[in-house]
């Protein structure tokens, strides 16, 4: 049996990383509706823009037509996503979240990481000689 056709990628809203980044952005706005009103300035930005920068990193790096500057906010994105889950850690410890909103984070965030560890891999693999 063959391998299925790879889609080709067009834009970033292409790339896998960048739509499971959005998608954990998402989850990251239901969960925050839950805490405490006097954490809108405080924990609930936080993580709302760590989750957005993961995403937007993605796309700028992408936009940016270099491979050097792709990997660079590609590993941008990744330290928002270790931002990201920090906060997500103090939020726990609070007792601000639910243990099902906090499981889906967990498989979303380390689904996200997966994914851009894989591509910063396969990036700074030398290109064959053509």
């Given amino acids: 049996m063959g391998q299925a056709p790879?889609?080709?990628i067009r834009t970033f809203r292409d790339l896998v990383a960048w739509q499971k980044a959005v998608d954990l952005t998402q989850l990251v706005y239901r969960a925050t509706k839950a805490l405490p009103d006097d954490e809108k300035f405080g924990l609930i930005s936080?993580?709302?823009r760590s989750a957005v920068s993961v995403a937007a990193n993605i796309a700028e790096g992408?936009?940016?037509g270099s491979r050097?500057?792709?990997i660079r906010y590609l590993q941008i994105a990744r330290g928002s996503l270790c931002e990201l889950q920090t906060h997500a850690e103090v939020v726990r410890r609070q007792g601000?979240?639910?243990e099902s909103a906090l499981?889906?984070?967990n498989r979303s965030?380390?689904?996200v990481d997966r994914i851009l560890s894989g591509l910063l891999r396969?990036?700074?693999k030398p290109r064959p000689e053509a």
């Fill in 122 to 124: 396969a990036l700074k």
């Fill in 68 to 70: 050097g500057d792709y």
């Fill in 103 to 105: 499981s889906e984070f």
């Fill in 62 to 64: 992408y936009g940016r």
């Fill in 46 to 48: 936080q993580m709302r």
């Fill in 6 to 8: 790879i889609a080709k």
């Fill in 96 to 98: 601000w979240i639910k």
């Fill in 109 to 111: 965030s380390e689904e």
